[in-house]
């Protein structure tokens, strides 16, 4: 296990954010910090705790606790930065390799 950094750059509001996935001294879990100048996501990085990597790998996306920390945290539901927690989590487990994640975005008229 390994530490794994995520930068994202969220879209709209312009909130970047720095996650840093950190295997525990003892290797049973994953430290998750965030850094951000969003108030939502300060919050919801407050209600992540260590996680078990090969928990949080095996769990319903409903079930979560990527997911279901975003609860009274973050209120927009198209927000990328739990689904970027996790994509930490796993690199840093070792359950995943280190590669970039890409949404193009655009409209037809």
Do not use: W
Request: charged share 25%; proline share 9%.
């Amino acid at each position: 296990m390994t530490d794994c950094t995520v930068e994202v750059e969220p879209g709209v509001c312009k909130m970047n954010a720095k996650i840093t996935a950190r295997p525990s001294e003892d290797m049973m879990s994953i430290e998750v910090t965030i850094e951000s100048p969003c108030d939502f996501i300060r919050k919801y990085a407050a209600k992540i705790g260590p996680l078990d990597a090969f928990g949080v790998m095996d769990i319903p996306i409903i079930q979560n606790p990527c997911y279901t920390a975003t609860e009274g945290t973050i209120p927009h539901v198209a927000c990328p930065i739990p689904a970027a927690v996790l994509k930490a989590v796993e690199v840093a487990a070792d359950l995943g390799l280190p590669r970039d994640v890409v949404m193009r975005i655009s409209k037809t008229e």
